[in-house]
T-cell receptor, first 112, second 113 residues
Framework: DAGVTQSPTHLIKTRGQQVTLRCSPK?????VSWYQQALGQGPQFIFQ???????QRGNFPDRFSGHQFPNYSSELNVNALLLGDSALYLC???????????FGSGTRLTVV | GEDVEQSLFLSVREGDSSVINCTYT??????LYWYKQEPGAGLQLLTY?????DMKQDQRLTVLLNKKDKHLSLRIADTQTGDSAIYFC?????????????FGKGTHLIIQP
C-alpha cells in the first residue's frame, strides 16, 4: 500500500517564478494538508483540502494556493517566489475521521 | 495563539531511556502527537494521545499528558542508535473534522555509544 507520494522531490526556481507541487494521498484518505518546513524549524500549516475545497488555512499569503482533484490528489501553487519560500514542503493525508496524519517525504524547493 | 515549545537537543547513552518534553498553550487541544523525522525524510507518526487520557504506552514508547500544566512527554525505553532523529510534538485544536497541526521546533535526540 503506497503511502503519501509527492513530486518532484527536489526543485530549483528563480525569484519571481511560479511553482506547482503535487501530492497523492494514501489510499482511503480524502483530506490533504500542506505544510512548509524551513530549515531548523517545525512544519507550519499552509492549508487543508477536503471535498475539493479549502477547508482551513494557516497564516500564509495569497501567493500560496491549492487545488484538490476528484481522486483526492492535490496541488500546491506558489506564485511570485521569494528567497524565503525555500523550504521542504510536506503533504499530509488523513481519513475524515482523524487519528493521525500520514506525511509524504516532501519536496525540497530552493529559490535562487 | 497556539504555541508548542520543546527543548532543541537531548543527548542520551545507548540503552538508557530518553524523555522528550513538550509544552503547549492551546487549552482546546484535543489530540497531541509525536512525530519522528530522520535526515532528509518526511515525518513519521510515532504515537498520539487524546486530551482525556493521562498515559499511553506502545511498545518502547510511553506518552504522559499533564493537561493541567499543558505538558506532554515522550519516553523511549532502551534507546538505540536508530532512534537518533528529530522528534516533533504537535497539537490539534478541537474544531470538528480534520484540522491543521501546530508543531514545535523539534528536539534533536543524540545517542552516545
Amino acid at each position: 500500500d503506497a503511502g503519501v507520494t509527492q513530486s518532484p522531490t527536489h526543485l530549483i526556481k528563480t525569484r519571481g517564478q511560479q511553482v506547482t507541487l503535487r501530492c497523492s494521498p494514501k489510499s482511503g484518505h480524502d483530506t490533504v494538508s500542506w505544510y512548509q518546513q524551513a530549515l531548523g524549524q517545525g512544519p507550519q500549516f499552509i492549508f487543508q483540502y477536503y471535498e475539493e475545497e479549502e477547508r482551513q488555512r494557516g497564516n500564509f499569503p495569497d501567493r500560496f494556493s491549492g487545488h484538490q482533484f476528484p481522486n483526492y490528489s492535490s496541488e500546491l501553487n506558489v506564485n511570485a517566489l521569494l528567497l524565503g519560500d525555500s523550504a521542504l514542503y510536506l503533504c499530509a493525508s488523513s481519513p475524515e475521521t482523524l487519528y493521525g496524519y500520514t506525511f509524504g517525504s516532501g519536496t525540497r524547493l530552493t529559490v535562487v | 495563539g497556539e504555541d508548542v515549545e520543546q527543548s532543541l537537543f537531548l543527548s542520551v547513552r545507548e540503552g538508557d531511556s530518553s524523555v522528550i518534553n513538550c509544552t503547549y498553550t492551546d487549552s482546546s487541544s484535543t489530540y497531541l502527537y509525536w512525530y519522528k523525522q530522520e535526515p532528509g525524510a518526511g515525518l513519521q507518526l510515532l504515537t498520539y494521545i487524546f486530551s482525556n487520557m493521562d498515559m499511553k504506552q506502545d511498545q518502547r514508547l510511553t506518552v504522559l499528558l499533564n493537561k493541567k500544566d499543558k505538558h506532554l512527554s515522550l519516553r523511549i525505553a532502551d534507546t538505540q542508535t536508530g532512534d537518533s532523529a528529530i522528534y516533533f510534538c504537535a497539537e490539534r485544536e478541537s474544531g470538528g473534522g480534520a484540522d491543521g497541526l501546530t508543531f514545535g521546533k523539534g528536539t534533536h535526540l543524540i545517542i552516545q555509544p
